[in-house]
């Protein structure tokens, strides 16, 4: 089942359940990724980009709450989070990029970036970046 279809089955159920906060995120998110596709050929929104616009909702909700801190937009971030892949830890990660390292001759933080990148996994880049760094020291 694709992302889009989840958003639609939980908004649906949010609205029964007269949850106006939870509706109005999904709807608007829904909108937003459904755009993404019909500008490109009016085609259906792939996984990949719907988790794109996600990701940029939770960015600009982040920032606010940086800016103002508030339960509200924690809830809002929560729910972003939910649709979102889950990241590697950071256990994970080094332990996958040590191995890299050794298994890669002369390794440098381009190659190893590079190699992550291609095991399809998901990671936040600047912890991979950060522990890359310290492992090549």
């Known amino acids: 089942m694709m ?5 639609k089955a939980e908004n649906l159920t949010a609205r029964k359940n007269k949850d106006k906060f939870t509706a109005g995120i999904l709807t ?6 459904e755009i993404v596709g019909k500008n490109d050929g009016n085609r259906k929104t792939t996984d990949k980009e719907a988790v794109k ?3 940029k909702f939770k960015k600009g909700a ?3 709450q940086k800016a103002k801190p508030s339960d ?12 979102l892949p889950k990241l590697m830890t950071e256990e994970e990660l080094t332990k996958l990029i040590s191995d890299m390292i050794d298994a890669l001759s002369n ?11 291609k095991s399809g996994r998901d990671y936040d880049g600047k912890m991979a970046s950060a522990i890359i760094r310290d492992l090549l020291k």
């Open 3 to 7: 992302i889009i279809d989840v958003l």
């Open 62 to 64: 982040e920032e606010v």
């Open 107 to 117: 390794p440098n933080i381009g190659m190893i970036m590079g190699e992550l990148k």
């Open 53 to 55: 616009v996600i990701q």
């Open 28 to 33: 608007c998110l829904i909108g937003e990724i």
């Open 72 to 83: 509200e937009v924690l809830n809002e971030i929560k729910i972003y989070d939910a649709y």
